[in-house]
Nanobody, 118 residues
Framework: QVQLVESGGGLVQPGGSLRLSCQASGSIFSFYAMNWYRQVPGKKRELVAGFTSGFRPNYADSVKGRFTISRDNAKNTVSLQMDSLKPEDTGVYYC????????????WGQGTQVTVSS
């Protein structure tokens, strides 16, 4: 069973930075894709950043130039560096893993709260 655990969330002022980490119980090298999503209550969960096994990072337009996704295969972690944070970045951030290209199973962490406020 795959487990994903997010950490690094917290309260930060506008313009500040946070670094989120996703710790996987298995090898992230074996996953077809890994992603970061965020969600605000009452709104649909939004894809923020992600990559496939070929590691071609992609980002939502709202975070391009400010967020950077990275991986550390040796430590089985995926990180999201968030710079120049805005109040609209507030939400619960979830780590997501897709094991295979043709499968229907996806794994999710419990989420970590990010609040951007003065």
């Amino acid at each position: 069973q795959v487990q994903l655990v997010e950490s690094g969330g917290g309260l930060v002022q506008p313009g500040g930075s946070l670094r989120l980490s996703c710790q996987a119980s298995g090898s992230i090298f074996s996953f077809y894709a890994m992603n970061w999503y965020r969600q605000v209550p009452g709104k649909k969960r939004e894809l923020v950043a992600g990559f496939t096994s070929g590691f071609r990072p992609n980002y939502a337009d709202s975070v391009k130039g400010r967020f950077t996704i990275s991986r550390d295969n040796a430590k089985n972690t995926v990180s999201l560096q968030m710079d120049s944070l805005k109040p609209e970045d507030t939400g619960v951030y979830y780590c997501n893993a897709i094991p295979t290209i043709g499968g229907t199973i996806a794994y999710w962490g419990q989420g970590t709260q990010v609040t951007v406020s003065s």
